[in-house]
Structures are given as C-alpha cells and as structure tokens.
T-cell receptor
C-alpha cells in the first residue's frame, strides 16, 4: 500500500516569512495530492490540491509543487499570518481509492 | 458547495452505553463516506469505508461489531460505537467523497465534517 511521510512535524516561523512542508509518497500510481488545514477541535479543510499531470499550482499565498520522479510534493505558504497557525496534513491517493495521510505538521506563526 | 456536517459535535457518555454519530452531505450526494479516528496530536486513522446500500469495509484492527456503520442513503452515514469504553474516547471525523468528470479529467476529492468529540466516562 501507499506510505506517506511528512516533515517537519512542527514548524515555527515569524509572521511574514515563508513556510514549507514536505511530503513523500511510495506508490508511483498515486495521482492526486491534497493538502488539508486542521484547526484545533475542527475537521480538516481542503486548502489546495494537485494532480499528477501538473507540476505546480498556486492559489494566492499558497502553492503546491509536485515532483513525480522523486515522489515528493511540498506546500509553500508565503507571507505567513497568525491565522495560518494550524496543523497541516498532506495526502496521496489513486483515483477512486482511499486517501493516505501524512502525520501532520503543526505550524505556528509568531506575530 | 461540498459541505459535510456531523452530529453531535461532542458527546459524553457512560461506559457501556452506545453512541450514534451522524454524517451528512448537505449539498451533494455521496456514494462513499469514510470514518476516521484521530487521537490528540496524531494523524487521521481510517476506520472504515462506507458505501451506500452495501456493507462497510473496515480497516485491519477495527472491530466491525463495535463500530457499526450504516449508509442507508446518499446523504447520510452513521457510526454507532457500541458498549463504549474510556479507550474509545477520541475525535471521530467523517468525510464524503466526490467523484466525477470535468471535461476529460476525472476527479476524486474528499470533504470532511467538523468532527465529533467522544468522551466515555
């Protein structure tokens, strides 16, 4: 089955700096890679996703890059704000199949 | 669109009682819903896949007789924790899968509910 690893487990950045979270996956057949943001006591919210036919996707301050050859993908948050503080999860899946989640990254943005 | 609700948002029960958690897709139909369990500061652990009109598929190590799943309609799945014990205390999260075609591209996305905090005394 698929194995998704996520690093770092915790990340602290100063407000305005960038944050990068990286994930690797093992199954080369995986073709969909979403990122979720989870605030304390709430369910995960999809913030951005990328499919295997695309190398990069950007949505305002958030971007995701995918390297299929190396089987890794990354979340980039620029100009971080205190409200970006949360736990972020990456996931990998094949079309129609279950999602495999990373172990999460707790991001703290220091004002 | 793609809103998933859960009820209740939190519940406290006595050991030995059963608790039912509902998961609803509010503005779309979901043939497949997933139930996850999450311990503090840990990732989501898939418990089971719930398919409308058929039996749920449980992950290895999850007791199907303890965690009863019913997916009787395209918008509702329920998880019943039977004879709950303190070790069942956790954050239970459901998700609904949305699949389809956008032009020539197929998609497969999951939208999560807000979670249910279960505390068993």
């Amino acid at each position: 089955g698929e194995n998704v690893e996520q690093h770092p487990s915790t990340l602290s950045v100063q407000e305005g700096d960038s944050a990068v979270i990286k994930c690797t996956y093992s199954d080369s057949a995986s073709n969909y890679f979403p990122w979720y943001k989870q605030e304390l006591g709430k369910g995960p919210q999809l913030i951005i996703d990328i499919r295997s036919n695309v190398g990069e996707k950007k949505d305002q301050r958030i971007a995701v890059t995918l390297n299929k050859t190396a089987k890794h993908f990354s979340l980039h948050i620029t100009e971080t704000q205190p409200e970006d503080s949360a736990v972020y999860f990456c996931a990998a899946s094949k079309t129609g199949n279950q999602f495999y989640f990373g172990t999460g990254t707790s991001l703290t943005v220091i004002p | 669109g793609a809103v998933v609700s859960q009820h209740p948002s939190w519940v406290i029960c006595k050991s030995g009682t059963s608790v039912k958690i509902e998961c609803r897709s509010l503005d779309f139909q979901a043939t497949t819903m997933f139930w996850y369990r999450q311990f503090p500061k840990q990732s989501l652990m898939l418990m089971a896949t719930s398919n409308e009109g058929s039996k749920a598929t449980y992950e290895q190590g999850v007791e199907k007789d303890k965690f009863l799943i019913n997916h009787a309609s395209l918008t509702l799945s329920t998880l019943t924790v039977t004879s709950a014990h303190p070790e069942d205390s956790s954050f239970y999260i459901c998700s609904a899968r949305v699949t389809g075609l956008a032009g020539l591209r197929s998609y497969n996305e999951q939208f999560f509910g807000p979670g249910t905090r279960l505390t068993v005394l």
